[in-house]
């Protein structure tokens, strides 16, 4: 038996902001960001909007790239001292996932992180509080997906936080709130939306309600990403909604072992954090070579080619056709090749890289990759995306 679930509404169109206005409750607490949705205007339409509705509405504001397991804690308790019965989190993946954690500690001041690590294992929410979740990028798709990826820096790693609880109950893809995006920010959150729809497609727990989710996503950011990325609004719209629709493949179907490695890589280095689209940017070629070599993946890979309308007529042309594709995006958009090409130092790789290897294998995203990997294929794979040297193996 598998499970497909999804917000209990998604609002889409512009200026569907305006459906806060309709939540019914007594009282929301809106999380946000570093500011851009202050500036741009959206926090006062929210809070307005909210406010309009009947809400007694407190602020919640600050919460950094890549949140940390302080911050999700400090807003916890900053909803405990306020009850809301709605949490609305407005932004990028940042301030939505970093409230779907605050949500749990919420509700249950006695759980540990450590708990809500082991997917499946959150407590049953909406006990005291529903969610609705307002994206500004496009890219995580976290306002339709069970996921939370919250940052140890302590340890120098992102913990991704798995629990169907978490999928919110609401969710309103505006594309206005996107329309001051700048272009690396759509260049990074697009590729994150491709590979999390390709990653879907080929994942060990792909399904029929999964598939057409993930192949639509991957033809709109096909069709959109580069014009999206040179500011035509139009394509912005609909980046958008591909997002959003690889969002609902891959919170059912799960992922793969780009995310694996980009989790645990994006805070790993001295020379600075690797940002998680632009680190599945870099990955999802490789990763695409070594899990082809796998039959049932490779036929998957190649239905996407062929979907695709890409040339090529035995299954390793396709995939070729597939990364060469791939690999063309990310010289459009700037997005380097390598590893060494981003600036990490070769010394510090080859330092490193065992224990990332090692975490990367743990991580939640590899029980769905479609190949099998150990801590040395790993490694291997990892040295590959440094040097970019071919994946035979």
Request: negative net charge; hydrophobic residues 40%.
């Amino acid at each position: 038996m598998s499970r497909f679930t999804l917000p209990r509404d998604i609002y889409h169109g512009k200026g569907c902001l305006s459906e806060l206005k309709n939540l019914k409750g007594k009282k929301a607490i809106l999380v946000v960001g570093g500011g851009s949705m202050k500036r741009q205007g959206f926090l006062d339409k929210a809070v307005g909007y909210l406010k309009e509705g009947g809400m007694e509405v407190s602020l919640f504001e600050g919460v950094e790239p890549d949140p940390s397991v302080e911050t999700v804690m400090k807003g916890a308790q900053a909803m405990r001292d306020f009850e809301p019965d709605w949490i609305v989190a407005m932004g990028g993946g940042s301030p939505i996932d970093a409230a779907k954690a605050m949500w749990a500690f919420y509700e249950y001041p006695d759980t540990t992180f450590e708990d809500l690590c082991i997917p499946f294992n959150f407590p049953e929410l909406r006990q005291k509080a529903k969610f609705a979740a307002i994206p500004s990028t496009s890219g995580t798709a976290t306002e339709v997906t069970a996921f939370s990826v919250i940052t140890d820096y302590a340890a120098g790693i992102k913990y991704p936080l798995a629990d169907f609880n978490i999928t919110p109950d609401v969710a309103i893809v505006d594309p206005e709130l996107v329309e001051a995006l700048p272009p690396k920010q759509v260049a990074y959150t697009g590729m994150d939306a491709l590979t999390h729809a390709i990653e879907a497609y080929v994942s060990t727990l792909h399904c029929s309600f999964t598939d057409p989710l993930a192949l639509q996503a991957i033809e709109m950011v096909f069709d959109h990403l580069p014009a999206s990325y040179n500011g035509n609004m139009t394509a912005r719209e609909e980046m958008h909604y591909a997002q959003c629709l690889a969002g609902m493949a891959f919170s059912n179907a799960l992922l793969g072992i780009v995310h694996s490695m980009a989790h645990k890589t994006g805070a790993a280095f001295s020379t600075g954090h690797i940002t998680h689209g632009c680190a599945n940017a870099m990955y999802l070629p490789f990763v695409i070579k070594y899990n082809a070599k796998e039959p049932t993946a490779a036929s998957r890979y190649a239905e996407i080619a062929r979907r695709m309308g890409l040339s090529g007529t035995s299954e390793q042309a396709l995939i070729n056709s597939l990364c060469e594709k791939i690999d063309a995006f990310n010289v459009k958009l700037n997005i380097p090749k390598t590893l060494k090409d981003f600036g990490i130092i070769e010394t510090e790789f080859k330092e490193k890289i065992a224990k990332i290897s090692e975490l990367a294998v743990g991580d939640a995203c590899t029980g769905s990759n479609p190949r099998t990997i150990d801590p040395a294929a790993m490694e291997k794979l990892f040295t590959c995306i440094y040097y970019g040297t071919e994946v035979d193996f």
